[in-house]
T-cell receptor, first 114, second 111 residues
Framework: DVKVTQSSRYLVKRTGEKVFLECVQDMDHENMFWYRQDPGLGLRLIYFSYDVKMKEKGDIPEGYSVSREKKERFSLILESASTNQTSMYLC?????????????FGSGTQLSVL | GNSVTQMEGPVTLSEEAFLTINCTYTATGYPSLFWYVQYPGEGLQLLLKATKADDKGSNKGFEATYRKETTSFHLEKGSVQVSDSAVYFCALSDHAGKSTFGDGTTLTVKP
C-alpha cells in the first residue's frame, strides 16, 4: 500500500523555537508538497519540490523553509515559530506527469505554538 | 491565478437523502478536476477525478461531471450514509503539478 508518513501527529512548541516537520513517502514520487489547513481557509500551499534539492515557493511561504536532500523525504522548517503558525500541516506527494496528478496525503501534523 | 469556489457548509442530511455539493473553478487552460475527502483524524484521499470536459468521475456512489461551459464540477450522491460524514474538497490541477483547493464542505449525515 502506498504511504505518506508524517513524523508527528501532534506537536506543541514555544514561540521562537525552530521546528522541523518531517515527511517520508515510499512511492518513488518526484513531487512533494507542504500545505497548511485552517478552518474556513481550505488548504494553502506553502512549498513544493519537483526533485531532490529543488524547491519552489507556494502561495504562503513566509516564515517557512524546506529541505529535500533525498527523493523520499521532504522537511518543512519553521525557523522561529510564531502563534499564527498554529495549524494542521499536511504533506502530499504525486508522480510527475499530466496523467498522474492525484495527490497522496499524509495524516497531518497538528502544530500548536504557545 | 487559479481558484476553486465550493458551496459553503456545513451540510446536514438524513440518511438516504440526496447530496449535492457545488464547485466552480477559474483556471487558464484545461485543468484536471478532483474531489478529495477527509475523514475525521485523517489526511485527504482522492474520491474521484475527471481530466477533460464532459468526463464523469465516479466512486463509492459519488459522481461529478466536468462542465467546461459552466466551469463546474458538482459532487452528487443519490443516497448518503452515516459513513459519508466527512469534509469534502474540490480541487484542480494545472498540469504543472500544482493543485488548488476549495475551502472544504463539512457533511454530517444523521441516522
Amino acid at each position: 500500500d502506498v504511504k505518506v508518513t508524517q513524523s508527528s501527529r501532534y506537536l506543541v512548541k514555544r514561540t521562537g523555537e525552530k521546528v522541523f516537520l518531517e515527511c517520508v513517502q515510499d512511492m518513488d514520487h518526484e513531487n512533494m508538497f507542504w500545505y497548511r489547513q485552517d478552518p474556513g481557509l481550505g488548504l494553502r500551499l506553502i512549498y513544493f519540490s519537483y526533485d531532490v534539492k529543488m524547491k519552489e515557493k507556494g502561495d504562503i511561504p513566509e516564515g517557512y523553509s524546506v529541505s529535500r536532500e533525498k527523493k523520499e523525504r521532504f522537511s518543512l522548517i519553521l525557523e522561529s515559530a510564531s502563534t499564527n503558525q498554529t495549524s494542521m500541516y499536511l504533506c502530499a506527494s504525486s508522480l510527475f506527469g499530466t496523467e498522474n496528478e492525484k495527490l497522496f496525503f499524509g495524516s497531518g501534523t497538528q502544530l500548536s505554538v504557545l | 491565478g487559479n481558484s476553486v469556489t465550493q458551496m459553503e457548509g456545513p451540510v446536514t442530511l438524513s440518511e438516504e437523502a440526496f447530496l449535492t455539493i457545488n464547485c466552480t473553478y477559474t483556471a487558464t487552460g484545461y485543468p484536471s478536476l478532483f474531489w478529495y475527502v477527509q475523514y475525521p483524524g485523517e489526511g485527504l484521499q482522492l474520491l474521484l477525478k475527471a481530466t477533460k470536459a464532459d468526463d464523469k468521475g465516479s466512486n463509492k456512489g459519488f459522481e461529478a461531471t466536468y462542465r467546461k461551459e459552466t466551469t463546474s464540477f458538482h459532487l452528487e450522491k443519490g443516497s448518503v450514509q452515516v459513513s459519508d460524514s466527512a469534509v469534502y474538497f474540490c480541487a484542480l490541477s494545472d498540469h504543472a503539478g500544482k493543485s488548488t483547493f476549495g475551502d472544504g464542505t463539512t457533511l454530517t449525515v444523521k441516522p
